[in-house]
């Protein structure tokens, strides 16, 4: 029985989609629905307390603290000192994770947004590889932006340890050296798979996937499957982290993970409840300018602010009004360079910029500290993205606002994320949540293709044509004037 029969049985998954032959597939055993061990009672009360679903065998129990886990597992003393500089308590998903890696155990972790997923793998990695060795660890996630992110967090744990942490780049050097040159390589897929040889990565034990479901979708698959081809140590751990998961790519992760352990942490595919949630209908294009221009006047844009649209041209569009109202801002999206993009990263994350419009490129996984507001000036186009977009604020227990703008384009699809905003504490009105659902099918046209809308108005038309008509009758003049010379 292969991935693709387990399948069958109601998700829909297509086949074509992810091809008959990858490698997820062949390194494990098929897909079984596993069953849960019963856990003493105070294991259960902890994660009851903690909101941790578990699922899988043989669960190590969680910990509840920094210190336990020092005490039981062999940590450099550096390490230890700067988590007990930078943390006081571990986050839930941290407390069932640690303990999982430190034992080796395959595992899949969902929990929400900004709840410190990073910090779950990337601590007992350091315990597990502790001295300069070899290449034995990869942590791949979707975008440069995260994967420098992931690189600074493991620099800053594996300070004093001599391990040596390597964050690909197309000026890294040849992959016969990294066997032996480094301990960990952070990277996006993209750059290890343009770098492989046959041997590069067989020394390869720790598989680290952030931002999983992202991987495992269509554009990164191939990638992904050609990087595990290239992984065959025997023994292998692998992870995968995320803060939504979708049904068929969840089945397909578990394939590929041997006795793996799932955490969940709060309800599946929901937001923080920090998070303060509004939608504002704007009925056109020029309505979400009067309100974005309003937001400013009335004092609600406290920075640091996000802005995202849907592509990078609607990013330029929006950049060059705000620009012309003399706001701190900045922009970022996939057609900038890498330098440019460090370079306005770098700017936000200091306070130079306000104000950073942007595309989902850094919908995922970015952790800028203390945003206060998400503006979602384009509405999403899909759930999980709506997720992870907004989720940008609210982190690490911060209380934070997101507000959706809404045109009439957009409302056949608000319903979409009426429910889970409700389910985080927003107050919906009535005649929301009595909206029609998007069908599966609208959906995934939506996914695909993003509602078409006007150019953000520079101007307004009226302006415009008064120009236009001011420069004829200006033209005109001249004329009169010149005849009246001749005259
Ligand atoms: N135990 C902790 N106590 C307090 N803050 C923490 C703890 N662990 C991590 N953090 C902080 O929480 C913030 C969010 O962490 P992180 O980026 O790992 O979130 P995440 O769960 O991976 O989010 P996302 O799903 O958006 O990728 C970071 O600023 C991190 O330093």
Excluded at 428 to 447: C, F, G, H, Y
């Amino acid at each position: 029985m292969d991935v693709f029969s387990i399948l069958k049985d109601g998700t829909s998954f297509d086949r074509k989609r992810f091809g008959s032959d990858i490698a997820l597939f062949k390194q494990s055993e098929p897909y079984k629905k596993i069953k849960t061990e019963v856990s003493s009672p105070q294991t259960e009360d902890v994660r009851k307390e903690f909101h941790i679903s578990v699922d899988g065998s043989d669960i190590p129990e969680p910990i509840k603290s920094f210190e336990e886990i020092f005490n039981n597992y062999n940590f450099p003393e550096n390490t230890q000192k700067v988590i007990g500089e930078l943390y006081e308590n571990l986050t839930p998903v941290q407390m069932q994770a640690i303990p999982c890696i430190l034992n080796k155990r395959d595992l899949i972790a969902i929990a929400p947004t900004g709840t410190g997923k990073t910090l779950s793998f990337a601590l007992p990695l350091i315990s597990l590889l502790r001295k300069p060795k070899r290449l034995r660890a990869l942590i791949i996630g979707p975008t440069k932006e995260l994967a420098r992110q992931l690189y600074k967090e493991i620099l800053v744990l594996s300070e004093g340890t001599n391990l040596r942490v390597h964050l690909l780049s197309k000026k890294s050097p040849e992959p016969k050296e990294w066997s032996s040159n480094y301990d960990i390589i952070v990277t996006t897929p993209l750059l290890l798979v343009h770098k492989l040889d046959s041997d590069t990565l067989k020394s390869v034990q720790y598989i680290i996937l952030d931002e999983s479901d992202q991987l495992f979708d269509m554009g990164y698959l191939d990638q992904i499957d050609t990087i595990l081809k290239k992984c065959t140590r025997k023994n292998q751990v692998k992870m995968m982290f995320s803060a939504t998961m979708l049904p068929t790519v969840e089945i397909v992760a578990k394939a590929m993970l041997i006795n793996p352990v799932k955490i969940i942490v709060g309800m599946k595919n929901t937001t923080v409840s920090t998070l303060e949630q509004k939608l504002t209908f704007c009925s056109n294009e020029l309505g979400k300018l009067i309100a974005l221009r309003q937001m400013v006047q009335d004092g609600e844009m406290v920075p640091p602010v996000l802005i995202f649209t849907q592509s990078k041209e609607r990013a330029k569009e929006l950049f060059r009004e705000l620009k012309n109202d003399n706001l701190r801002v900045g922009m970022i999206h996939a057609g900038m360079n890498d330098a440019q993009r460090d370079i306005v990263v770098k700017n936000f994350r200091v306070g130079n910029i306000w104000i950073l419009i942007c595309t989902d490129l850094i919908a995922r996984g970015i952790d800028f500290r203390g945003v206060n507001l998400v503006i979602n000036y384009d509405f999403p186009q899909s759930v999980v993205g709506y997720i992870h977009r907004v989720g940008r604020a609210g982190r690490a227990g911060r209380e934070a606002k997101a507000v959706t703008f809404y045109t009439f384009e957009d409302a056949p699809y608000i319903r979409m994320i009426v429910n889970l905003m409700k389910r985080s504490g927003a107050e919906i009105p009535e005649w929301m949540l009595q909206l029609r659902a998007p069908t599966r099918k609208e959906r995934r046209e939506l996914e695909k293709k993003p509602v078409r809308r006007e150019t953000i108005m520079r101007k307004p038309k009226f302006t415009r044509s008064l120009r236009r008509f001011m420069a004829k009758k200006k033209k005109n003049e001249g004329k009169n004037e010149n005849s009246t010379e001749i005259n």
